[in-house]
């Protein structure tokens, strides 16, 4: 999800797609530390969500100091909790609460060019079982899909702003020639591929 600085909010839509069942539904943003005092907050942090009905949340920038020549990523945590009901149809039954996290894209103005604009930046150092992935870009990247030498990794994950990631190789992983990689864009589908030598 993206907000951009110069909007006044970004917004989604919960959907209850359940027939019989209620939700209380709790929201909230935290930062990669699990920080939730962030310069975000959801509207409406907690409401009950009926059964086929949809309400929209609205984030908020509440004036932090955040940074203007990169992205900022945070967690956008929406919970939903069934309701309880003392009848006998339920009285051997296990209720659980799913949380749902979306990644959340602080983008201020002026960044140049776009998250795949920057894909072709990234440089990949193998130094053992790790790849290190270096982004000297404004925007995060998250990958979709890496393979070294043509053998997918299992576990990718995303790349910081101006920042690096390190995956966790297969044990006995031969040194790698070549990566080759794609990115989920904004929209949330695979960009292009992308090769690179390994370094």
């Keep these: 999800m993206i907000y951009h600085a110069e909007k006044k909010e970004a917004s989604l839509t919960v959907q209850n797609k359940d027939k019989k069942e209620e939700f209380l539904i709790q929201t909230w943003v935290e930062d990669a530390g699990g920080n939730k005092k962030t310069s975000f907050i959801v509207t409406p942090p907690l409401f009950r969500l009926d059964p086929l009905k949809d309400n929209i949340l609205r984030i908020v920038n509440i004036g932090g100091v955040l940074p203007q020549d990169r992205e900022s990523v945070y967690w956008l945590n929406v919970k939903a909790i069934p309701s309880h009901s003392d009848n006998a149809d339920t009285a051997n039954v296990l209720q659980i609460a799913v949380r749902t996290r979306l990644k959340l894209f602080y983008r ?3 960044l140049t060019g776009t998250p795949e604009d920057n894909a072709p930046l990234l440089s990949f150092k193998q130094s053992g079982n790790q ?11 998250s990958f979709d899909h890496v393979a070294l030498d043509k053998k997918p990794l299992e576990k990718t994950g995303m790349v910081p702003a101006k920042g690096t990631l ?7 992983t031969a040194r790698a020639a070549q990566v080759e990689y ?8 695979s960009s292009q591929s992308y090769s690179h030598v390994v370094q």
């Design 166 to 172: 390190t995956l966790t190789l297969p044990a006995n």
């Design 108 to 110: 201020p103005q002026g």
């Design 182 to 189: 794609s990115l989920i864009n904004d929209f949330g589908a």
């Design 131 to 141: 790849l290190v992935v270096t982004n000297p870009g404004s925007y995060n990247l």
